[in-house]
């Protein structure tokens, strides 16, 4: 079974800082991982996805993330947090190809950015 | 630019009454799905559709239905309004799996509160 974990519900950091928020995984494929953003009363959009090729994912708005195989992670990170940063963040993990239910999502992430 | 609409963005409605939630998108997605959104939850799988006319039950189906009478539109049912029904819907669609995994394309949200 597919099943991903947020490690934070809730990350703190001042402005220009680096942002870190944490992922973990677990799943019988090799997977899809996805992060999404979602601004306040917004819908979800989509940050970053691994499919299997660079390990390393490079998305919009500075954030990029890590596929680690050996620690079954898939850490977001940003260098300098802006203050439009603040939002909730979801690490989504696919479900193997050929199914239609193909997303299991993280409970999400809370990240505020502080002046 | 791409979009899911859902048709209304915020609902208010009784105990008791039947409530229609409406989704179009304009991507020719054959995939189609519905979600609540609570928070500490995050994002919960009620229904999803492969196919018009085709529809599976996700992780808590119980007091929805759901309807896909044409590709483009995926409406979503409560039969009877109940206040623990109260939360964030959210609409997306995808391609299907076996053309690559993109990820979803979402709306913006209908906060329905059962009052």
């Known amino acids: 079974a597919q099943s991903v974990t947020q490690l934070d519900s809730h990350v703190s950091v001042s402005e220009g800082t680096p942002v870190l928020l944490r992922c973990n995984y677990s799943?019988?494929?090799?997977?899809?991982l996805f992060w999404y953003v979602q601004h306040p009363n917004k819908g979800l959009q989509l940050l970053l996805k691994?499919?299997?090729?660079?390990?390393l994912v490079k998305g919009i708005n500075g954030f990029e993330a890590e596929f680690k195989k050996s620690e079954t992670s898939f850490h977001l990170t940003k260098p300098s947090a802006h203050m439009s940063d603040a939002a909730e963040y979801f690490c989504?993990?696919?479900?193997?190809?050929?199914?239609?239910?193909?997303?299991?999502f993280g409970s999400g992430t809370q990240l505020t950015v502080l002046p | 630019d791409v979009k899911v609409t859902q048709s209304s963005r915020y609902l208010v409605k009784r105990t008791g009454e039947k409530v229609f939630l409406e989704c179009v998108q304009d991507m020719d997605h054959e995939n189609m799905f519905w979600y609540r959104q609570d928070p500490g939850l995050g994002l919960r799988l009620i229904y999803f559709?492969?196919?018009?006319?085709?529809?599976e039950k996700g992780d808590i189906p119980e007091g929805y239905s759901v309807s896909r009478e044409k590709k483009e539109r995926f409406s979503l049912i409560l039969e009877s309004a109940s206040t623990n029904q109260t939360s964030m819907y959210l609409c997306?669609?995808?391609?299907?799996?076996?053309?690559?995994?993109?990820?979803?394309?979402f709306g913006s949200g209908t906060r329905l509160t059962v009052v």
């Open positions: 799943s019988s494929y090799s997977p899809s």
């Open positions: 559709s492969y196919d018009v006319k085709m529809k």
């Open positions: 989504v993990v696919s479900f193997p190809s050929g199914s239609a239910r193909q997303l299991t």
């Open positions: 691994y499919t299997s090729a660079a390990t």
């Open positions: 997306a669609s995808s391609l299907r799996a076996a053309r690559g995994n993109y990820g979803y394309t």
